[in-house]
């Protein structure tokens, strides 16, 4: 995989994990600056979504293999939406809660799949 964009995908879920985090903390469900927050780490996950299909299209493997490696880019990518819709259905501190505990997952599957590509080896 291509190593920055793996770091800077799992740093902007982490902050946007402590920034809804702290809003829940607030008793505050997500707003639109919370929204514009997602679309940014869900525009990485889409980035790095074709960046890995493109280099497995080149003829590169992951080291764990390919089903796996492609389940966790879609995963990833699906995180943060996902989330970001229940917590419109959710419109209290629980949205914003849920919201944070999604991008902590999406920063976890990020080292996950760092290993799965094997581990920054030939990247």
């Known amino acids: ?15 946007l994990a402590v920034w809804c985090g702290w809003a829940a903390y ?20 889409l980035v790095q979504l074709v960046v890995g299909i493109v280099r497995l299209a080149g003829g590169e493997d992951a080291d764990e293999g390919t089903v796996i490696f492609v389940s966790y880019l879609v995963a990833v990518a699906a995180c943060i939406p ?12 629980w949205g914003s809660l849920t919201v944070a505990a999604g991008a902590l997952v999406l920063a976890v599957l990020q ?13």
């Open 26 to 45: 607030r008793d505050q469900p997500t707003k639109d600056w919370h929204f514009i927050g997602m679309a940014v780490v869900s525009l990485l996950a």
């Open 1 to 15: 995989m291509f190593t920055p964009l793996t770091v800077a995908l799992a740093v902007t879920a982490l902050a």
């Open 111 to 123: 080292a996950r799949l760092h290993e799965i590509w094997g581990g920054g080896n030939g990247a």
């Open 82 to 93: 996902v989330v970001g819709l229940i917590s419109l259905t959710e419109r209290t501190r």
